[in-house]
């Protein structure tokens, strides 16, 4: 099983920037297609961006809008998400989770569909 730990999180202004990263141990994180989900208090989880296994497939949910960017450097186990222009509406704990059943050509935005989950990171953005 795969262990996660995100960092990177934070209380910033409306306008900052911050990146995520997720550092995965075991010999599947390399093999799996991994996102980033959050959820804000009384809400439901929100698909945010996901990678495929080789780094060469990127997926964003609506909520990235065009300001958020994942990455991943598989030598060193570690998924970023680069977030810009962040809004008060951003404020939600962020966790990344690996999915080892993905496909190459897939990305699943469903959380269902992930196994593995990190403990996640606080990010809070104030206007």
């Known amino acids: 099983q795969v262990q996660l730990v995100e960092s990177g999180g934070g209380v910033v202004q409306a306008g900052a920037s911050l990146r995520l990263t997720c550092v995965g141990s075991?010999?599947?994180?390399?093999?799996?297609?991994v996102a980033w989900f959050r959820q804000a208090p009384g809400t439901e989880r929100e698909f945010v961006a996901g990678?495929?296994?080789?780094?060469?497939?990127?997926t964003y949910g609506s909520i990235a809008k065009g300001r958020f960017s994942i990455a991943r450097d598989n030598a060193e186990s570690t998924v970023y998400l680069q977030m810009d222009n962040l809004e008060p509406e951003d404020t939600a704990l962020y966790s990344c989770?690996?999915?080892?059943?993905?496909?190459?050509?897939?990305?699943?935005?469903?959380?269902?569909?992930?196994?593995?989950w990190g403990q996640g990171t606080q990010v809070t953005v104030s206007s």
């Open positions: 989770a690996t999915d080892p059943n993905a496909i190459l050509s897939n990305v699943n935005s469903d959380p269902g569909a992930y196994e593995s």
């Open positions: 075991g010999r599947t994180f390399s093999a799996s297609a």
């Open positions: 990678i495929n296994r080789n780094g060469g497939l990127a």
